[in-house]
């Protein structure tokens, strides 16, 4: 798949997103019901709306792909080791924050081609502001009704604070070892992919998850915050997060942040 190709497809995803979105809001009006997974996660209607409104678009628009999203059936090893480029979404990631009504929800789509994520869409449903990033194009936000404008991650300010994001529904002490690692810092708590788009557009330095996520979680977001200049990195090896390479979907503990100048595994917890 070429750079022109991603392009091609941003805008669709992008409009594909924005109608997933309207479908959560909808939802997110109601008195809606909350149901249990197997893995004991939350699950809602909105979930499923919008599950099914992503599908039906990326079948359309790349009808030879194939989609693996959250909400899908468990799609065996064997079958996706042999998919060399794929959509990975996760149609309402930060259901805990839906279900607390905060707004700090998000959806997610990603191009995965060769176990990496080359396009990446974020869209805020309450907000209406919208991530997104292809590689070959740029990194990008936009507001409702304003032009998009390009996003990159920043350098560390001398003598200031080390700016952190943290998981609003999953701290722990983890979080809490690394960031007292770092020297001073201020930590902001915030829902779903929103931090790592933080980190992307420079409005925060890094963002340590020392918990478990699935792959639907960063791939996205991940896309978006590697084009804007930033990476995002296991905290066990220090190598970039690599996608369907392996029969598990958690991704290992990571760090995602924008100047590669600090060596921020020195952080990590080795407990």
């Known amino acids: ?5 991603r392009v091609a497809w941003l805008d669709a995803v992008r409009a594909l997103a924005a109608q997933a979105s309207q479908r959560i809001l909808e939802i997110y009006a109601t008195a809606f019901d909350v149901t249990a997974k197997d893995d004991n996660s939350p699950l809602t209607a909105a979930d499923l709306a919008a599950h099914q409104t992503i599908l039906a678009g990326l079948r359309q628009l790349t009808p030879e792909l194939p989609i693996h999203s959250e909400e899908s059936a468990a799609i065996p090893f064997a079958e996706r080791a042999q ?3 794929y959509w990975l979404v996760d149609p309402l ?6 279900i607390k009504r905060n707004g700090e929800f998000t959806v997610n789509i990603a191009l995965i081609e060769n176990h990496e994520p080359v396009l990446g ?5 309450v907000t209406g502001r919208c991530y997104f990033a292809a590689r070959g194009y740029g990194a990008f936000r936009q507001e409702p009704g304003q032009p998009p404008q390009p996003i990159a991650t920043q350098t560390l300010q001398p003598g200031q604070p080390i700016r952190v994001v943290g998981s609003k529904s999953h701290g722990g002490p983890g979080l809490q070892k690394f960031v007292a690692a770092l020297g001073p810092h201020q930590l902001v708590a915030i829902g779903s992919s929103l931090k790592f788009c933080q980190v992307a557009e420079g409005a925060a330095d890094v963002y340590p998850r020392m918990g478990p996520t699935s792959e639907w979680d960063t791939a996205a977001a ?3 915050v590697e084009v804007a200049g930033g990476q ?4 066990e090896t220090g190598q970039p997060l690599r996608y369907n390479t392996r029969d598990s979907l958690l991704n290992p503990h990571f760090i995602v942040y924008g100047d590669a100048s600090r060596d921020w ?7």
Not at 1 to 5: H, K, L, R
Not at 93 to 98: A, P, R, S, V
């Open 83 to 85: 998919w060399r480029c």
């Open 1 to 5: 798949m070429n750079d022109d190709n």
């Open 222 to 224: 991940q896309a978006i």
């Open 121 to 125: 869409v974020v869209q805020v449903p």
């Open 232 to 235: 995002v990195i296991s905290a």
């Open 93 to 98: 990631d930060g259901t805990k924050e839906f």
């Open 265 to 271: 595994l020195s952080a990590v917890p080795r407990e």
